[in-house]
């Protein structure tokens, strides 16, 4: 594994960053992977400097992370994270998250387009990649993020949610880490008490600005739980779902 293309950023958990379980919360780590992969990109020159220069904008299509062990407050971990070799219109990320004693934590890998600002249509991002040796940094998870299948049950519960000031990245859009809270706000305390062994995968599909509304719907499977956001004309915003070894409660 070529290590000089695999960034490590050190990390304590806030308690801020930790939720109703006492453990960092899910929207914690999408944050790690944010700043890592900003980060990186910036380093490699590809980043928001260069994004800036060329009128493009990356943007998180999908990701799947698995967990094994929630750290706590006030646990010290290290991300590593590093590009993988483009396929299509997406860019490849996988990231890791290592405790103190050096074992993997949680792993997971990423989808990302590049847009064009002016027309927001994605651009490809192989000749940004050709010169990198991404064939040897290894794999988190061996396959890239899915796209999210459709459900069979009929939507179980629904919540209204207003995207407002709070929730905008920089680009004026909902940022990635607000519809993994929108996520788990479909949820009751009781239902989300599991420490370890997590699987979850969310696909982000179209942006939601200022003032839209989002209706979240609820799918309940034997081995699943999904979350879909639909926007006013019922396009989806996002779908997201989470496997549990003995499924949802």
């Excluded at 801020?16 to 453990?23: C, K, P, Q």
């Excluded at 002016?118 to 990649?129: A, G, K």
Aim: glycine residues 6%; aromatic residues 10%; contains cysteine.
């Amino acid at each position: 594994m070529n290590k000089q293309y695999i960034y490590k950023m050190p990390h304590t958990v806030l308690y801020s960053e930790t939720d109703a379980r006492g453990l960092i919360s899910l929207p914690a780590i999408f944050s790690l992977f944010q700043e890592g992969a900003l980060l990186h990109a910036e380093q490699l020159g590809f980043g928001a400097s260069y994004c800036q220069q060329e009128g493009l904008m990356w943007v998180l299509s999908r990701l799947m992370l698995e967990i094994d062990v929630f750290p706590r407050h006030r646990s010290r971990l290290q991300l590593h994270t590093w590009p993988k070799k483009p396929q299509g219109p997406f860019a490849l990320r996988d990231f890791r998250i290592i405790g103190e004693e050096g074992a993997n934590l949680a792993r997971a890998t990423s989808s990302w387009l590049l847009l064009k600002l002016e027309t927001m249509r994605p651009v490809r991002p192989q000749p940004l990649f050709d010169a990198y040796p991404l064939e040897s940094l290894g794999d988190a998870l061996s396959d890239p993020a899915g796209k999210i299948s459709e459900d069979d049950a009929a939507c179980m519960s629904e919540l209204e949610v207003e995207a407002r000031y709070s929730d905008l990245d920089q680009n004026m859009h909902v940022n990635n880490t607000r519809y993994v809270r929108w996520f788990l706000d479909c949820y009751a305390p009781n239902e989300m008490k599991h420490d370890g062994k997590l699987r979850f995968c969310i696909n982000y599909l179209k942006e939601s600005s200022f003032g839209d509304r989002v209706r979240l719907c609820r799918y309940d499977s034997p081995s699943s739980s999904t979350v879909r956001g639909f926007l006013k004309d019922d396009s989806q915003s996002f779908a997201a779902r989470v496997w549990l070894p003995e499924g949802p409660h």
